[in-house]
């Protein structure tokens, strides 16, 4: 019979914004048995307006190889050639990023079985997971105001964005969202767009055919993780949205 206990503690972060961290450890019933593997963190964290509290492992091995591209990534300013080059850079990494993720959820007890088998119960579990792993950061006055001048539109600005891990597993969650839909609608393939810069998916991998609107799946997992992270979002998001496209498909 396993027992829990928790303890509190007040972290002043670096911005003098004062961060609860609540500790929790699955003990054994005898006192002098090793520790279990359910040893978990909470950490209690202010998002805008609203406080959330996210379940951690306390698991000091967990790692995640955060994705590196060799690419400055501002699509509408690099060469044709430079971002065919991503494109088939892009393509050959997803086997890569699905495992890191995998090995990544894996390393949360309460995940430990989780699978890639490209089936719906899998992002459901993957919804779950990704919403208590992903984050915000606060965007600095410098990062605002090259927002507000590259902007066409007198629009107000978020404050917040994901951290750069939380990018990175939005990227993982996206390529296995396109992973699965090319698994179960086999006519779909990978595309670049090059008619314009205009267009927000110039120089993007795409899914298509999905009729007049492709599919950037990277930057729509980037939404949903804006979603998961700030709590504006069920975790069942990731899933709805990919019954979304599903029928779309052809």
């Known amino acids: 019979m396993r027992r829990f206990t928790e303890c509190h503690a007040?972290?002043?972060?670096?911005?003098?914004?004062?961060?609860?961290?609540?500790f929790g450890i699955a003990l054994p019933a005898a006192s002098h048995a090793q520790s279990s593997e359910d040893e978990f963190f909470y950490v209690i964290e202010h998002v805008g307006p609203s406080w959330y509290r996210r379940r951690l492992s306390?698991?000091?091995?967990?790692?995640?190889?955060?994705?590196?591209?060799?690419?400055?990534?501002?699509?509408?300013d690099m060469p044709k050639e430079e971002l065919k080059e991503y494109f088939a850079?892009?393509?050959?990494?997803?086997?890569?990023?699905?495992?890191?993720?995998?090995?990544?959820i894996r390393q949360d007890p309460a995940y430990v079985n989780w699978k890639p088998d490209n089936s719906t119960s899998s992002l459901d579990a993957l919804g779950e997971w990704l919403i208590g792993h992903l984050s915000l950061r606060k965007r600095t006055e410098a990062e605002m105001e090259a927002m507000r001048s590259d902007s066409p539109h007198s629009i107000e600005?978020?404050?917040?964005?994901?951290?750069?891990?939380?990018?990175?597993?939005?990227?993982d969650a996206g390529v296995y969202f396109a992973q699965m839909l090319m698994a179960h609608?086999?006519?779909?393939?990978?595309?670049?767009?090059?008619?314009s810069r205009k267009s927000m998916d110039y120089g993007q991998p795409l899914l298509v055919p999905f009729g007049p609107v492709p599919l950037n799946p990277i930057g729509v997992s980037v939404s949903i993780a804006h979603g998961l992270a700030d709590r504006s979002r069920p975790a069942s998001r990731l899933?709805?949205?990919?019954?979304?496209?599903?029928?779309r498909a052809p």
């Not at 600005?157 to 990227?171: E, G, K, R, V, W």
């Open 10 to 22: 007040w972290i002043e972060c670096a911005s003098g914004t004062a961060v609860q961290v609540a």
């Open 58 to 76: 306390l698991r000091s091995h967990m790692t995640y190889q955060i994705i590196q591209p060799p690419f400055s990534l501002q699509f509408w």
């Open 89 to 104: 850079w892009f393509k050959a990494v997803i086997p890569e990023r699905i495992e890191k993720l995998t090995e990544y």
């Open 157 to 171: 600005m978020p404050n917040y964005d994901l951290t750069d891990a939380s990018y990175s597993l939005a990227f």
């Open 185 to 195: 609608h086999p006519s779909l393939s990978w595309t670049q767009e090059f008619k």
């Open 239 to 247: 899933r709805e949205v990919y019954e979304e496209w599903s029928r």
